[in-house]
């Protein structure tokens, strides 16, 4: 069945650094994906996407790597601050959104 | 609205009794959809809206689960008969069109005593 997944649960960065989040997913069908970041108490938040027919796409600080070739997707969050600290979740939409566990990034100060 | 709103935020309940919680999605989204966050955990699907088609329910965890979405907006989630494992955030989102980018509410923390 259809599944994405998170390789780390945590990743603690110290402020300043880059942060990288990685995400696999198994349907090789998929042709979109979503970054979201969820704060504490809060609901999801649309960070940025991707359609399969490209393989970066950049926006404010952040910039999403996808390869198709290994299922794989990642977030690259430059220059942490901290107000980057929450749980990033992955998602592989189509008429519902298929959620990977989430990774939580902690920065340090 | 400016974006997508829940009511109410937090509902304490006892176990066996009958719960309503409630969305509005952004106005002019047709696609509404509900989604169950246990502490820690990812998202699970529970139901999806688009338009005036059949809703998709195929992740309703058990027949005391149901939704309505009334005149193509507003939409209410009912538990019945509460157990302490419905104990979660319930997370409700819209999208201007099925398949697209889905913009989500603040949540319904429920706690089933």
């Known amino acids: 069945g259809e599944s994405v997944g998170l390789h780390l649960p945590t990743l603690s960065v110290q402020e300043g650094d880059n942060s990288i989040i990685n995400c696999a997913y198994s349907n090789s069908a998929s042709d979109y994906f979503i970054w979201y970041k969820q704060e504490s108490g809060k609901g999801p938040q649309f960070i940025i996407d991707?359609?399969?027919?490209?393989d970066k796409r950049q926006g404010q600080r952040v910039t999403v790597l996808l390869n198709k070739t290994v299922k794989h997707l990642s977030l690259q969050i430059a220059a942490t601050q901290p107000g980057d600290s929450a749980v990033y979740f992955c998602?592989?939409?189509?008429?519902?959104?298929?959620f990977g566990g989430g990774t939580r990034v902690l920065v340090k100060p | 609205g400016a974006g997508v709103s829940q009511s109410p935020s937090n509902k304490v309940t006892e176990k066996g009794k009958d719960v309503e919680l409630r969305c509005d999605p952004i106005?002019?989204?047709?696609?509404l959809y509900w989604y169950r966050q246990s502490l820690g955990q990812g998202l699970e699907f529970l139901i999806y809206f688009q338009g005036n088609s059949a809703p998709d329910k195929s992740g309703l965890p058990s027949d005391r689960f149901s939704a309505e979405r009334t005149g193509g907006s507003v939409s209410t989630l009912t538990i019945q008969r509460t157990q302490q494992e419905d104990s979660a955030v319930y997370l409700c989102a819209s999208s201007l069109q099925g398949g697209e980018t889905q913009y989500f509410g603040p949540g319904t923390r429920l706690l089933v005593l």
């Open positions: 998602a592989e939409a189509g008429n519902k959104l298929t």
């Open positions: 106005s002019g989204h047709t696609a």
């Open positions: 991707i359609r399969s027919n490209m």
